[in-house]
């Protein structure tokens, strides 16, 4: 049913191929006019990026600062952990010595500043002010007893606070904390000991920090129970260089978090710190001693997004039946002494579609008006449209495409390639997945049997990785896993720049170099490489590249135009080989057979599943999938919707499908029951006595609207 209504709306788009054209295509940006390529050097610049990445962990594991500048890798490397500290670290050290207070407020300042255009002036709101007053009196206590006064730097074993900030989206946590609180914090333990984390990429992307799982040296195949959590000497070092030192964890998308991994964290860091410390391991998760006493432990979430997965690993909910490291890691969560909550909403620039959401937010539910659902009805893209309209609007062109359920993803993300391929007048380039079965079965010898591989939709089903992978140059891509910290993630950004063939692929060269559009070509082989130049990463990955005429005898030293072609940034994605278990039969969960597949770890970058989508704003808009998975609890239909309402700035930015009465039921019924009771049970009383406390504290320490211009 959804790819049949998916196939009304968008029925042109999808089934209309790129053309082929005698045309030139329009003209590349200038950064890349001619596709990039190493041709018979690929082999050699393929492991100069591998060598790059092994010895920037080496030096990251190790401590070193310095890598060996005398080597073309040693170069660099050292080029790429110089671009590790961040725009904030601007606070000089005379600055920091004036107070936290004054440092809040010339951050606080720069941000209005840079943010304010004419005649529309930026100002940080009261609540942010406010929940910055409760870091300054924090800070400030404990940096009129610092033990050198001719430094600004503090203990980073003497624990101040654990603060849960909690608000719906759009309320500007995230720009408060990345544009004022972590700096301010930074001017005080070091920017080095500010350890930014989130559950997943995509939003630890966005506050310049390492998930989770990465921070820790985990993965999330990696057992959570106790006795595996223990440190061998490696691990004990690694974690050693970035948690001995460090004042400040902040924990972005907490309510992603799973008990099970933030009891891990918490363990792993006390073991990581007990030896400088001299922390009793015993009583790692007491109020004083979380986290190996690190001084600042912040969580920072909307309680009404999509827990983790499953729902019962949530720290919010019921503790029954769930495992002893479970239970441990939600107390040290709902052990937060400060609970901060924001109400004011900043992202919207829609009053209707405030409304809304605080019609969802309302406890036991609240009716929409006629016009508020005729305003959310106004954007739902009518099935019975005729062929022509349903072509793509002009103004949805750059709309991600959002949706819960990966077989909608998967078709988007194929329209998308081709409208993508169509408005650029490119070739569009085709790389099936190879399959390969590594269990002798009959039904592996068939031709169906390799055709239902490839009809899986769900990229969770087949450890990341598509069964299809189109492209063109110039086109917008993101990473479909995580292929190399911290840059090459998950969910990260870039632009197809370039590609190589396999050397057996004559008829796909061809193509590439050809002036016109090919139209749709599909590769015979997989190629060697695909050229991403990841979006706001200057990092060096590979050897300066040959110029075009250089092309076939490679790079020459001697040729200002090859000397010229380093491009920051750019990244060579090789095909990646990952196996995942295919069930050939539905009805029985014993008989499946694994299956090794190769395929780039590539796909459309406006093609985005819904929990990629949190913690962001969908700038310029985004085209909302209303559809639910068949086996689905009410509390995340609820969560779907909210969260999808949540994420443009406007109802002018939504193109909805699939939008139904049943949408409308889900939203005036209000939030889940459960989660909401929980949540006020175990934080009502401490929000308004860190209200109270806020209040106070900006008052002390002039944090009030209109009192910094």
């Not at 984390?197 to 993965?219: D, E, F, V, Y």
């Not at 986290?291 to 019962?312: A, F, K, M, T």
């Not at 994605?573 to 278990?581: G, S």
Request: with cysteine.
């Amino acid at each position: 049913m959804q790819m049949k209504i998916f196939d009304d709306c968008f029925h042109t788009v999808l089934n209309r191929p790129v053309q082929a054209s005698s045309a030139k295509p329009q003209k590349a940006q200038a950064s890349s006019a001619k596709p990039l390529q190493y041709a018979h050097s690929i082999e050699g610049a393929l492991l100069y990026q591998d060598a790059i990445l092994k010895e920037m962990r080496t030096v990251q594991m190790d401590g070193e600062t310095e890598p060996c500048p005398v080597t073309d890798i040693g170069m660099a490397v050292l080029h790429n952990l110089q671009l590790r500290s961040r725009t904030a670290e601007w606070i000089d050290l005379q600055t920091a010595l004036k107070g936290p207070a004054f440092v809040a407020k010339l951050l606080i300042k720069k941000l209005q500043d840079d943010r304010s255009k004419p005649g529309k002036p930026y100002r940080v709101n009261t609540e942010q002010l406010e929940c910055t007053a409760l870091f300054v009196a924090a800070l400030e206590k404990v940096f009129a007893k610092r033990p050198d006064p001719s430094k600004p730097w503090l203990h980073p074993a003497e624990v101040l606070m654990t603060i849960l900030t909690d608000g719906g989206g759009g309320c500007g946590k995230t720009t408060l904390a990345v544009e004022i609180i972590l700096p301010m914090l930074e001017a005080y333990y070091h920017p080095e000991g500010v350890l930014r984390r989130a559950p997943s990429n995509k939003p630890a992307r966005l506050i310049g920090g390492r998930t989770m799982h990465s921070g820790q040296g985990l993965t999330p195949e990696n057992s959570m129970r106790t006795a595996s959590l223990a440190l061998n000497a490696q691990s004990q070092q690694k974690l050693s260089i970035t948690h001995a030192d460090a004042g400040v964890l902040y924990i972005d998308e907490s309510s992603q978090l799973q008990g099970e991994l933030n009891h891990a964290a918490a363990l792993r860091t006390t073991y990581a710190r007990e030896s400088k410390y001299g922390l009793n391991r015993n009583f790692y998760s007491g109020p004083l001693e979380r986290y190996g006493r690190i001084p600042i432990l912040w969580y920072s979430q909307d309680h009404l997004q999509l827990p983790p997965v499953p729902e019962s690993s949530s720290m919010l909910a019921s503790l029954e039946g769930t495992s002893a490291e479970h239970k441990v890691g939600a107390k040290i969560f709902r052990n937060a002494e400060l609970v901060f909550k924001f109400s004011t909403a900043m992202r919207f620039t829609d009053e209707t579609l405030i409304q809304i959401l605080e019609a969802m937010r309302t406890p036991g539910g609240r009716k929409l008006s006629g016009a508020q659902w005729q305003a959310l009805l106004n954007t739902e893209r009518s099935v019975e449209q005729s062929a022509s309209a349903s072509a793509e609007r002009p103004d949805e062109s750059n709309y991600y495409h959002v949706c819960y359920c990966w077989s909608v993803i998967t078709m988007a993300a194929f329209m998308l390639a081709r409208v993508s391929a169509q408005k650029s007048g490119q070739t569009l380039f085709y790389a099936q997945a190879v399959d390969q079965p590594l269990t002798l079965i009959q039904q592996a010898t068939t031709d169906e049997f390799f055709e239902e591989l490839l009809r899986i939709p769900s990229l969770s089903s087949t450890k990341r990785l598509p069964a299809c992978f189109l492209w063109h140059l110039e086109m917008r891509v993101k990473f479909s896993t995580t292929l190399q910290q911290p840059f090459a993630v998950q969910d990260v950004e870039g632009i197809v720049v370039g590609f190589e063939p396999d050397d057996r692929d004559y008829d796909t060269q061809v193509a590439l170099n050809s002036p016109v559009c090919k139209g749709e070509y599909i590769c015979r082989f997989q190629p060697k490489a695909i050229y991403v130049k990841i979006d706001d990463c200057e990092h060096h990955f590979l050897p300066p590249a040959p110029c075009f005429v250089h092309r076939l005898t490679g790079h020459d030293s001697s040729c200002l135009n090859c000397t010229s072609a380093v491009r920051p940034g750019v990244f060579a994605v090789k095909p990646l080989k990952r196996t995942f278990k295919y069930y050939y039969d539905p009805k029985n969960k014993t008989q499946f057979v694994k299956v090794q597949r190769s395929q780039f770890p590539l796909m459309p970058a406006l093609a985005m599943p819904l929990y990629s989508m949190q913690g962001t704003t969908a700038d310029p808009g985004m085209v909302a999938y209303w559809f639910f998975p068949q086996r689905c609890s009410p509390t995340v239909k609820w969560l779907i919707v909210y969260v999808m309402l949540s994420r443009p700035r406007s109802l002018a930015t939504i193109s909805s499908v699939g939008l139904t009465l049943k949408v409308r039921a889900i939203i005036e019924e209000g939030p889940p029951v459960e989660l909401v009771a929980t949540f006020k049970k175990l934080f009502d009383g401490k929000i308004k006595e860190t209200k109270a406390l806020a209040v106070q504290a900006a008052k002390r320490y002039g944090l009030l609207p209109g009192m910094i211009k």
